[in-house]
């Protein structure tokens, strides 16, 4: 007997020494031990998982185990890991899995999953994955909310062998929210990227903001103010969501958006100091507290507009704990402030995802506000040419008429749907073949030897819509843009009286050079 109880040692030794492994005849050989016996023993030993078997044809060759032991493997991983039996129920629990629970072993050893009632893995999906579990393991991502926040765990579901023999699984539940997050706030930056390049001139960006940071931090209360410059003082343009606005209307007696802070001076005073600067980074205010360097209380926040029992009375039954304030800034000017709020408990997760879009948002606005000073730009230019009293017209780059001044079609008859490009203007204005193709070459001529910015006068005999022939000077000055800004005056009488003169002097000659009768 004791031969037979040192027999598990020695195969174990024999294989030490056989890494490619060994058939049940070598070791009993090796050994020195019948070959019944070392089948009984190494069939025990797989089942406790200290050797290895692998079939070579018809052989079957035996190693060591090369496996973590249980033990260390629950006591330094950093997963979550259950234990199940055959039965379902709970036999090993991890520390890391009791303090993520908040539940001792004691509380949890016997039962199933759903009489545990866990998060995470007593949810129906985790135990359909656990109850079709066969021979091999599954791998599925779970997804849990609590305290108003999604939380990922990855869930790895392992047949698993105990040392009698008894089939059970084993859980292994990895931690992959911020994993989740990030690949989610990346394609929330992707998208909302793309959305504000796309966003109508007409919609309202302020609104939209205050969406997409309600989309990106869904227990958040939002409020967007933008500044007014000229007047230096924050309107609140959006809030978000429904209920936290109906709730602030109900106890201040009026809707919010649209109210006028003036808060500027509040803000680039003691205690804030405020520079465009500063309103950049990510602020917290812990609200309801003494001003300080990151405390405030919601009646300096509102600039002292509504009664400080008012402001007692928001805070207290919106359970307003903190506020989160950020600057929408581009380049040293102030567009507004976005500002998000949370209970007490709550914290903000995805600063950094919610700081890159507050930058981007302020880009987009930074660039409607240039392109509407630009609209207000050509719009006034375009009055100007309109109010001309001399005829002009705008053609761009590539030969289109952009824009006919009303004393243009006044003169010449011709609206921007009779001439949208410049092939339409000279066939209409130079019917006759040849005198289209010298009016044309005389452009191109002129356009050769003049610089940008040099004007470039030619008289033109016109074809007008009416159908009458008119003497126009042309003056075209090429912009920088690559614009023609063109001017055109009617010569038809000066051009005439110029024709009797010529006429009339030819006459005189001709009356001088005859001899007298």
């Given at each position: ?29 090796r050994i020195g031990v019948t070959r019944n016996s070392v089948s009984k023993h ?458 009797m003169l010529v006429d009339e002097i030819a006459e005189l000659r001709r009356q ?6």
């Amino acid at each position: 007997m004791p031969e037979d109880d040192d027999t598990p040692t020695r195969i174990l030794r024999a294989l030490r020494f056989r890494p490619k492994g060994m058939t049940i005849t070598e070791v009993a050989k090796r050994i020195g031990v019948t070959r019944n016996s070392v089948s009984k023993h190494l069939e025990i030993m797989q089942i406790a998982g200290k050797v290895d078997v692998r079939n070579v044809g018809n052989a079957k060759l035996y190693s060591l185990a090369q496996r973590v032991p249980m033990s260390a493997f629950l006591c330094f991983t950093k997963n979550l890991i259950l234990i199940l039996d055959s039965a379902g129920r709970i036999v090993q629990v991890n520390d890391r899995c009791q303090q993520a629970l908040r539940r001792s072993k004691d509380d949890l050893l016997g039962l199933t999953l759903e009489e545990a009632a866990l998060p995470v893995v007593s949810t129906p999906e985790a135990i359909a994955v656990v109850e079709g579990l066969e021979r091999e393991q599954v791998i599925t991502d779970l997804r849990y909310r609590s305290n108003g926040t999604d939380l990922f765990y990855q869930m790895q579901a392992i047949p698993t062998t105990f040392d009698d023999g008894e089939k059970g699984c084993t859980l292994v539940l990895e931690d992959i929210t911020e994993q989740k997050r990030y690949v989610r706030n990346m394609e929330f930056l992707a998208r909302t990227a793309m959305e504000l390049v796309d966003l109508p001139a007409e919609a309202d960006i302020y609104w939209y903001i205050a969406d997409r940071i309600r989309e990106l931090v869904p227990e958040a209360r939002v409020i967007v103010h933008s500044f007014d410059e000229v007047n230096r003082q924050m309107i609140l343009r959006a809030m978000e969501d429904s209920r936290f606005r109906e709730d602030a209307k109900r106890i201040v007696g009026r809707d919010l958006p649209g109210t006028v802070f003036p808060i500027t001076d509040l803000l680039s005073s003691a205690p804030f100091n405020y520079t465009p600067e500063r309103f950049v980074p990510l602020r917290e205010f812990i609200l309801n507290q003494e001003p300080g360097e990151d405390g405030v209380s919601f009646y300096d926040l509102c600039a002292g507009i509504f009664p400080r029992d008012v402001c007692d009375i928001v805070v207290r039954e919106l359970n307003l704990g903190k506020m989160y304030g950020i600057g929408l800034v581009w380049q040293d000017q102030v567009f507004g402030i976005a500002s998000i709020f949370f209970t007490p408990q709550e914290e903000l997760n995805d600063r950094k995802a919610f700081e890159s879009f507050i930058r981007q948002a302020s880009i987009a606005i930074a660039r409607r506000q240039t392109e509407e000073r630009l609209r207000r730009s050509e719009h006034r230019f375009r009055e100007v040419i309109d109010s001309s009293p001399s005829a002009a017209a705008l053609i761009d780059a590539d030969g289109r008429y952009t824009f006919l001044n009303r004393r243009f079609t006044d003169l010449f008859g011709y609206t921007l749907s009779d001439i949208p490009a410049g092939r339409e203007w000279f066939k209409k204005a130079f019917p006759d073949d040849h005198a289209r193709k010298e009016a044309i070459a005389a452009w191109k001529s002129d356009l050769a030897e003049v610089g940008r910015g040099e004007m470039r006068p030619r008289t033109f005999a016109v074809r007008c819509k009416s159908g009458g022939e008119k003497a126009f000077l042309f003056r075209p000055v090429e912009l920088c843009d690559g614009t023609h800004y063109v001017t055109y005056e009617d010569v038809t009488e000066e051009r005439r009286a110029y024709q009797m003169l010529v006429d009339e002097i030819a006459e005189l000659r001709r009356q001088l050079a005859s001899p007298p009768e």
